[in-house]
Nanobody, 123 residues
Framework: QVQLVESGGGLVQAGGSLRLSCAAS????????MGWYRQAPGKEREFVAA????????YYANSVKGRFTISRDNGNNTVYLQMNSLKAEDTAVYYC????????????????WGQGTQVTVSS
């Protein structure tokens, strides 16, 4: 059974940084593209960043490009989201997700989700 557990959220002032972690278990983690989504109150869940199974390809929403960095450690079954220069509009619950199919360069079918971690940026 696939399990994704996020951590690292919290309260930070605008301009600050946070690093989110997502620990994966169940299945062969290193074969799957992973990603991060977020959902702010009253809004739909939106894509933030994704990384291919090998880590060689990364993708970002325009709103976070240049500020956020996604990475993965296949030895520790963990994916990270480094968030710098945080803004009030980054406030949301952040979710880790795993692709359904293995060996894809892009996150084409996010099928497994963590419980989410709250990020609050005060202005």
């Amino acid at each position: 059974q696939v399990q994704l557990v996020e951590s690292g959220g919290g309260l930070v002032q605008a301009g600050g940084s946070l690093r989110l972690s997502c620990a994966a278990s169940g299945g062969t983690y290193s074969k799957y593209a992973m990603g991060w989504y977020r959902q702010a109150p009253g809004k739909e869940r939106e894509f933030v960043a994704a990384i291919s199974w090998s880590g060689g390809n990364t993708y970002y929403a325009n709103s976070v490009k240049g500020r956020f960095t996604i990475s993965r450690d296949n030895g520790n079954n963990t994916v990270y989201l480094q968030m710098n220069s945080l803004k009030a509009e980054d406030t949301a619950v952040y979710y880790c997700t795993r692709n359904r199919q293995p060996n894809t360069i892009v996150l084409v079918n996010p099928a497994y989700w963590g419980q989410g971690t709250q990020v609050t940026v005060s202005s």
